[in-house]
T-cell receptor
Framework: DTEVTQTPKHLVMGMTNKKSLKCEQHMGHRAMYWYKQKAKKPPELMFVYSYEKLSINESVPSRFSPECPNSSLLNLHLHALQPEDSALYLC?????????????FGEGSRLTVL | AQTVTQSQPEMSVQEAETVTLSCTYDTSENNYYLFWYKQPPSRQMILVIRQEAYKQQNATENRFSVNFQKAAKSFSLKISDSQLGDTAMYFCAFMKQIYGIQGAQKLVFGQGTRLTINP
């Protein structure tokens, strides 16, 4: 199984809503990532989890709250978002110690904030 | 800080032709990895090819090959016998090993090249 599965594929929410994005992998990877990608732009790193601990927060606003409940799951909790937060949110995973850099990406969750 | 530059926002070639995508990068690191990722309209980022900086030999994967010039900090991707399925956004990326955080890796992406293969 070399898949990273993201749900939902599409999400529309209002600025006062609370929603969550979910990411799952069963490759035994112990590093998991959230990226944000605006149209026609490269992905931008948001968070990195290593061994279920938050390793990197790229100065992301607190309205985005990541969670890694176990080694296979990664969530991104969304609250009080702004229309400019509309984007494709990509989850990725990788081996930690191998260090050859290959990230496995999911298909992304397309978020629209009204 | 590392930067990755792709100077060709868009390219278009006919099916079966050979196309080369350019990438330059800037780093003070001596050991690192370089990648080409492909993102088709289906949205999923897929690794095309990887190059380890300490290896002199250019990486190849079937129809895909790179021209890695370490001194010039250049890393171009050549696609031979291009196919309609090669139509996608291509991102060049640099991997910076984050010291002190066990195994965590940060990819720095270029702005991308939108490649269209015409029938």
């Amino acid at each position: 199984d070399t898949e990273v599965t993201q749900t939902p594929k599409h999400l529309v929410m209002g600025m006062t809503n609370k929603k969550s994005l979910k990411c799952e992998q069963h490759m035994g990877h112990r590093a998991m990532y959230w990226y944000k990608q605006k149209a026609k732009k490269p992905p931008e790193l948001m968070f990195v989890y290593s061994y279920e601990k938050l390793s990197i927060n790229e100065s992301v606003p607190s309205r985005f709250s990541p969670e890694c409940p176990n080694s296979s799951l990664l969530n991104l909790h969304l609250h009080a978002l702004q229309p400019e937060d509309s984007a494709l949110y990509l989850c990725a995973s990788s081996q930690v110690l191998k260090g050859d850099g290959e990230l496995f990406f999911g298909e992304g969750s397309r978020l629209t904030v009204l | 800080a590392q930067t990755v530059t792709q100077s060709q926002p868009e390219m278009s070639v006919q099916e079966a032709e050979t196309v080369t995508l350019s990438c330059t990068y800037d780093t003070s690191e001596n050991n690192y990895y370089l990648f080409w990722y492909k993102q088709p309209p289906s949205r999923q980022m897929i690794l095309v090819i990887r190059q380890e900086a300490y290896k002199q030999q250019n990486a190849t994967e079937n129809r895909f090959s790179v021209n890695f010039q370490k001194a010039a900090k250049s890393f171009s991707l050549k696609i031979s016998d291009s196919q309609l399925g090669d139509t996608a956004m291509y991102f060049c990326a640099f991997m910076k090993q984050i010291y002190g955080i066990q195994g965590a890796q940060k990819l720095v992406f270029g702005q991308g090249t939108r490649l269209t293969i015409n029938p």
